[in-house]
């Protein structure tokens, strides 16, 4: 199954995702491991509203998944994407 995670969990909560004008894949997932005990809210629950509000309503009772860790990859590098595969798993 596909889920839906809460882009606005990430535009309230997380600092260094510059809110509405955007952010980086890195820092959103430091901010899910080290803040949110590596989950997040699904869309579902904490719905995209286009605001950027800072007013941080992420619920730990709906938090999904466990982000334990996370690699890297070059872009348009086979050789590095080879390496995380090999490393961690399917991607």
């Given at each position: 199954s596909l889920f839906s995670f809460s882009e606005q969990n990430l535009v309230d909560c997380d600092p260094q995702s510059n809110g509405c004008a955007g952010g980086s894949p890195?820092?959103?997932?430091?901010f899910i491991?080290?803040?949110?005990?590596?989950?997040?809210?699904?869309?579902?629950?904490?719905?995209?509203?286009?605001?950027?509000?800072n007013d941080c309503k992420f619920d730990p009772s709906?938090?999904?998944g466990r982000i334990t860790g996370f690699m890297?990859?070059?872009?348009?590098?086979?050789?590095?994407?080879?390496k995380c595969v090999a490393s961690v798993g399917p991607i």
């Open positions: 890195f820092s959103a997932f430091m491991s080290r803040t949110q005990n590596g989950q997040i809210n699904l869309e579902n629950d904490y719905p995209y509203t286009g605001t950027d509000t709906k938090g999904y890297s990859v070059q872009a348009q590098s086979e050789e590095d994407l080879f």
